[in-house]
């Protein structure tokens, strides 16, 4: 299996930026599609985005609305995700799960979690 590690979450003001980062041990981290979901207080997890085990392919959901970034270094076994233009509304734990399938939208489509970090946007 692997093991998830995500780093990077923070408090910051409204229009500010995070780069959040998911170090993966365990097992070859290229064999994996990654997503980044996020899960507010009193509400499900939610899917943010997914990219591909080469990272050739991304899929964003709707409402990141090209704030957020996606993207891999499978030489250094890590996912990241860049966030633009950040709101109050983006105020979550943030997830990073490993798939041995392929980049899906659902959580049930990813077999390992991180244990999340927190982001937190002032208004």
Do not use: H
């Not at 030489?75 to 490993?98: F, G, H, I, R, W």
Request: charged letters at 15%.
């Amino acid at each position: 299996q692997v093991q998830l590690v995500e780093s990077g979450g923070g408090l910051v003001q409204a229009g500010g930026s995070l780069r959040l980062s998911c170090a993966a041990s365990g097992r070859t981290f290229s064999n994996y599609a990654m997503g980044w979901f996020r899960q507010a207080p009193g509400k499900e997890r939610e899917f943010v985005v997914a990219i591909s085990q080469n990272g050739g392919s991304r899929y964003y959901a709707d409402w990141v609305k090209g704030r957020f970034t996606i993207s891999r270094d499978n030489a250094k076994n890590t996912v990241y995700l860049q966030m633009n233009s950040l709101k109050p509304e983006d105020t979550a734990v943030y997830y990073c799960a490993a798939s041995v399938t392929y980049y899906s939208t659902s959580r049930f489509g990813y077999a390992y979690w991180g244990q999340g970090t927190q982001v937190t946007v002032s208004s």
